[in-house]
């Protein structure tokens, strides 16, 4: 909770700290990574942070949580948290490394800040900073406490390397070490590290498809990337890379409520561990599988998708491709152009999952609250830095 000493200088400082908070954390990350350049080695994206990316999400982490502390004094943003949680304990952070952070975060803060900030209003600052701080904390170590084993990163074998689509290859995984397997759940996600040209390591996120204790995930070709052009290039078949265990809270729910799952391009890798387990489980819960994508040859999951939705008793597939040709179904509605939920009956019960790039997610979100489903009932995940986060919450009240 807040203290009510800090509550007014946060509330007189936030739109100054947040016309200023991207500023602050490009000079946070320059200035952290210049003394600390090991946490580029694995832990950090040099492409996140060339792009920029990364300032912005915890400049949108940094200003939700003050917002929301505001406006919810007795609680804290809870699926922001769990969804920053995650995405750490799958890169291995530890907690004294939030001391660096803090250290390097506040001088930034100082040097944008000159003549305006004082011993007062940095007081305040940085009880938001350690609220936020010792919360994540505490959830990652519960997130590790859960895993089967207490590596950060273990050993796993290429099995099976295949073209997925025209631009997506397709890795199943097998361990390389008598290593403890956590099951992952439908959903969830792990980070592959591997070793770039220079030498330095890096890793990234990619949606298993599969639960339990397979280890398979698709990868789509970025050539102005760092990281898809070697999977897709230099790691073969017999090759061992460096895994995570499996994160993210976004995950089936065993709910009976009706399902929408709504995805863009490779966005479609996290539900289809989902479809999957709801085959396996003999499930007749009503789905609603959307997809869109420019071709149907760039569909990386298309016979999968359309096998499990065509076993499920309860379940639809609608389509829409931009560059429809020739193209038919096995099952399912196609159609032309960009998803419109309008087009489709959306249940206002539904529980919607929301996975591609950000503009199609804004786009969809807003059609489905449209539609009449409450916000509260859509759900997202992000790839890459979540500059997304700052709309889930409801600005502080004057």
Known sequence: MLSQASRPLIEATLPTIAERIVDITTDFYSDMLGTHPELLDGVFSRANQSSGEQAKALASSIAVFAQHLLAHPDTTPERMLARIAHKHTSLGILPEQYQIVHDHLFGAIAKNLEGIITDEIAAAWEEVYWLMANALIKLEKGLYAEQANDKIWAPWRVAEKALASTASMAFALEPADDTPITPALPGQYVSIRVLTEDG??????????????????????????????????????GDVIEVSNPYGELVLSDSDRPLVLATAGIGCTPTASMLEALAASGTDRKVLVLHAEGDLDS????????????????????????????????TGI??????????????KDAEVFVCGPLPFMRIV???????????????????????????????AAA
């Open 200 to 237: 330095l390591r890096q890793a990234r996120q990619y949606s298993l498809t599969g639960s339990g204790a397979e280890r398979g995930f698709i990868v789509k070709r970025d050539e102005d990337g760092e990281i898809s052009p070697i999977l897709h290039d230099r790691i073969q078949e």
């Open 299 to 330: 569909w990386a999951l298309s016979e999968q998708t359309q096998r499990v939705v065509a076993s499920l008793p309860n379940a639809e597939l609608h389509v829409w491709l931009e560059r429809p040709g020739e193209a038919t179904l096995s």
């Open 334 to 347: 196609l159609r032309k152009g960009f998803m419109n939920l309008s087009q489709i009956d959306l249940p």
């Open 365 to 395: 979100r807003e059609q489905a609250i449209t539609a009449g489903v409450p916000a509260a009932q859509i759900d997202y995940e992000v790839f890459g830095p979540d500059v997304w986060a700052i709309s889930d919450v409801e600005p």
